[in-house]
Antibody, heavy 117, light 110 residues
Framework: QVQLQESGPGLVKPSETLSLTCTVSGVSMSSNYWSWIRQPPGKGLEWIGYIYYTGSTNYNLSLKSRVTISVDTSRNLFSLKLSSVTAADTAVYFC???????????WGQGTTVTVSS | QSALTQTASVSGSPGQSITISCTGTSSDVGGSNFVSWYQQHPGKAPKLIIYDVSNRPSGVSNRFSASKSGNTASLSISGLQAEDEADYYCTSYTDISTLVFGTGTTVTVL
C-alpha cells in the first residue's frame, strides 16, 4: 500500500532553515500532487504547499517567501525547506498525497520540529 | 488566504446526529467542488472522510454525509458513536489553486 514517511531534524535554531524529506513507497510519484501540511501544538492544520511530479509548485501565500518544495522522482521522495524559522514554525509537519478533487488520501505519520536555540 | 470558519466545538449523545459547518467565500468553498473533510484523533494524522463535497472514500462509514450550499459546506454525523470523538477539518481549493483548511471543530460525545 501507499506509505509516506517524513524525516529530518527535530530541532532547528531560530533564523536557520528547516529541511524535511518525505519518502514515498508503494506507488509511483507520477500523476500526483505531493503536499506539506503542518500543525502547531494545540492548533489547527495549515497547508504549506504542494508539488506536482513534474516539479510545478504552489505555496501558501503567507509562507511563499520562505518555502521551497522539491521532488526527486528517481528516488521517490519530495522535500521541504523553510527558511528563517522562528518559534512560530514549531509544529508537527505532515507530508501527504493530494489527489485534488479526490482529497488528500494518504498522510505520513508526522514529524515534530521544534525551533529553539 | 484566510482559514475557513468552523464552529469551535459540537457535542452530542450517542445515537444522536450532529452537523458541522464550514464557511468560506466565493473564492474558495463557494467556487469549488474540491471540498473535503478530515477526521483527526489526538496524536494521529488526519484521515480523509469526504471528498468532492459529498463523496465518501471506500471504507468510511455511511454515517458521515456532507453537502454544500453557497459559501458554506456542512458535514453531518448520524448515529453518533464514541469513536467519532475527534477534531474535524474542512478544506477547499481556492481560485488560485492554493488549499485552505478550516479552523477545526472538536466533536465531543457526551
Amino acid at each position: 500500500q501507499v506509505q509516506l514517511q517524513e524525516s529530518g531534524p527535530g530541532l532547528v535554531k531560530p533564523s536557520e532553515t528547516l529541511s524535511l524529506t518525505c519518502t514515498v513507497s508503494g506507488v509511483s510519484m507520477s500523476s500526483n500532487y505531493w503536499s506539506w501540511i503542518r500543525q502547531p501544538p494545540g492548533k489547527g492544520l495549515e497547508w504549506i504547499g504542494y508539488i506536482y511530479y513534474t516539479g510545478s509548485t504552489n505555496y501558501n501565500l503567507s509562507l511563499k517567501s520562505r518555502v521551497t518544495i522539491s521532488v526527486d522522482t528517481s528516488r521517490n521522495l519530495f522535500s521541504l525547506k523553510l527558511s528563517s524559522v522562528t518559534a512560530a514554525d514549531t509544529a508537527v509537519y505532515f507530508c501527504a498525497r493530494d489527489r485534488g478533487v479526490e482529497g488528500i488520501d494518504v498522510w505520513g505519520q508526522g514529524t515534530t520540529v521544534t525551533v529553539s536555540s | 488566504q484566510s482559514a475557513l470558519t468552523q464552529t469551535a466545538s459540537v457535542s452530542g449523545s450517542p445515537g444522536q446526529s450532529i452537523t458541522i459547518s464550514c464557511t468560506g467565500t466565493s473564492s474558495d468553498v463557494g467556487g469549488s467542488n474540491f471540498v473535503s473533510w478530515y477526521q483527526q484523533h489526538p496524536g494521529k494524522a488526519p484521515k480523509l472522510i469526504i471528498y468532492d463535497v459529498s463523496n465518501r472514500p471506500s471504507g468510511v462509514s455511511n454515517r458521515f454525509s456532507a453537502s454544500k450550499s453557497g459559501n458554506t459546506a456542512s458535514l453531518s454525523i448520524s448515529g453518533l458513536q464514541a469513536e467519532d470523538e475527534a477534531d474535524y477539518y474542512c478544506t477547499s481549493y481556492t481560485d488560485i489553486s492554493t488549499l485552505v483548511f478550516g479552523t477545526g471543530t472538536t466533536v465531543t460525545v457526551l
